[in-house]
């Protein structure tokens, strides 16, 4: 059974960086898609990012150039660093993988990420 833990939030200032980590164990996701989401208080889920296979990377308009997913397959891990973070970014991050075809099906528990003005 695939699992994913996230880590590296935290609490930081606007303008500041944080790196989160994304450990996938219980099968191999090399071939998987591996994707962030986050929620934001009183909001929906959305899409932050998400690469596939082949390391090709895609980002929400809100998050281009900010940014950079990244995954490292021999160590089943997967990146997110988020540089001039904003309050708005302000949200639960959710680590997530495509397992058994190309909708994200496994997620992780989230870390929390809360950026101060």
């Known amino acids: 059974q695939a699992q994913l833990v996230e880590s590296g939030g935290g609490l930081v200032q606007a303008g500041d960086s944080l790196r989160l980590s994304c450990a996938a164990s219980?099968?191999?996701?090399?071939?998987?898609?591996m994707g962030w989401f986050r929620r934001a208080p009183g909001k929906e889920r959305e899409f932050v990012a998400q690469?596939?296979?082949?390391?090709?990377?895609y980002y929400a308009d809100s998050v281009k150039g900010r940014f950079t997913i990244s995954r490292d397959n021999a160590k089943n891990m997967v990146y997110l660093q988020m540089n001039s973070l904003k309050p708005e970014d302000t949200a639960v991050y959710y680590c997530?993988?495509?397992?058994?075809?190309?909708?994200?099906?496994?997620w992780g528990q989230g870390t929390q990420v809360t950026v101060s003005s």
């Open positions: 219980g099968r191999t996701f090399s071939n998987s898609a």
């Open positions: 997530t993988a495509a397992t058994a075809g190309a909708s994200f099906d496994s």
């Open positions: 690469i596939n296979r082949s390391r090709y990377a």
